[in-house]
């Protein structure tokens, strides 16, 4: 990982591209087979699912159509304003589908909590979260999440699609920021 600059900002890695990529493979195939009885739509939350989602895709190996969301509850900030705003919604009907979401972590569960209450009022059949990282201690809001791919502490991580004011999607590791960098 040394030639990534931004390497330097931060204090640990916490997922390599190879560890990811395993856990990427057993969701993919719970939920492969989870699903072969269903109507699936996968969802992303943009910006930060795009990366996590794009692999996890090659790994669901059923008929499916994609969708794709974009809220904000952040700003540039490491905490949750609390409040979700819709930037962009969904643009194909979930009217009927088995809708499986894909977020890149759960912290408060506040906008899963909203998109989930979202997506059923829009007539989802079932709605189903899945989340690479799940960060169980900082809930706010009860979210039932059916598959993750790893339980984190409370640290602010970024890399692998998750950013810090922007940067650091492309990185292909996830690891927990230095302090400095975000205060
Ligand atoms: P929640 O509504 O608090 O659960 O926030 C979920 C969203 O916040 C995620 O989709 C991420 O975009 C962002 N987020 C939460 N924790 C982190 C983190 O540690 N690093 C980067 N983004 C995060
Ligand atoms: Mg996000």
Not at 46 to 64: N, Q, T, W
Not at 115 to 128: C, E, F
């Amino acid at each position: 990982m040394g030639e990534y600059n931004e390497i330097n900002d931060f204090k640990e890695v916490l997922f390599t591209r190879e560890q990811i990529a395993d856990m990427t493979k057993s969701l993919g195939k719970k939920i492969t087979q989870d699903f072969s009885e269903k109507d699936l739509m996968v969802m992303g939350l943009l910006k930060g699912s795009i990366v996590f989602m794009a692999d996890l895709l090659r790994e669901i190996k059923l008929p499916c159509v994609l969708d794709f969301m974009a809220v904000s509850s952040y700003g540039n900030g490491t905490e949750s304003q609390g409040r979700v705003q819709i930037l962009k919604d969904i643009s194909e009907s979930v009217l009927g589908k088995d809708v499986l979401i894909v977020e890149d972590i759960i912290d408060s569960g506040v906008t899963l909590n909203f998109i989930v209450n979202h997506l059923k009022n829009k007539g989802a059949k079932s709605v189903t979260l899945c989340t690479l990282i799940n960060k169980p201690e900082r809930r706010k809001k009860e979210v039932d999440v059916k598959y993750i791919g790893a339980d984190i502490p409370n640290e602010f991580i970024a890399g692998y699609g998750m950013d810090y004011a922007e940067r650091y999607r492309n990185l292909p590791f996830i690891g927990v920021l230095k302090e400095e960098i975000y205060s």
